[in-house]
């Protein structure tokens, strides 16, 4: 079965940058997107940025568009999520998703994905 496993996560300064990856493991990987959310505490799971994995078309929540990019490595089975301009708003655990079933409908819905990773902590301080 696929796994997923993201890392990267830590303690930043505001403005600062941080860069999450996420690597595939189990079998043989080939997704119809993958994506990655976060989850702040006491909060509903947001979604972040996506792609289609054969296209490359990427998608961002509003909050992020500008500040981060997500990009692939098809060789390494990874995904990863550059965050530039960190912002204290952006402080949750990271979670990796991939879709495995089908071509989504909706990047931007958790209901998508069927496989995700354990999470990895991002705090941006003040």
């Known amino acids: 079965q696929v796994q997923l496993v993201e890392s990267g996560g830590g303690l930043v300064q505001a403005g600062h940058s941080l860069k999450l990856s996420c690597t595939a493991s189990g079998r043989f990987f080939s997704p119809y997107a993958m994506a990655w959310f976060r989850q702040a505490p006491g909060k509903e799971r947001e979604f972040v940025a996506a792609?289609?994995?054969?296209?490359?078309?990427?998608y961002y929540s509003e909050t992020v568009q500008g500040r981060f990019t997500i990009s692939r490595d098809s060789a390494k089975d990874a995904v990863y999520l550059q965050m530039n301009f960190l912002k204290p708003e952006d402080t949750a655990v990271y979670y990796c998703?991939?879709?495995?079933?089908?071509?989504?409908?909706?990047?931007?819905?958790?209901?998508?994905?069927?496989?995700w990773g354990q999470g990895t902590q991002v705090t941006v301080s003040s």
């Open positions: 998703a991939a879709d495995i079933s089908r071509y989504p409908s909706v990047l931007g819905s958790s209901n998508e994905y069927d496989r």
């Open positions: 792609m289609r994995w054969n296209s490359g078309r990427t």
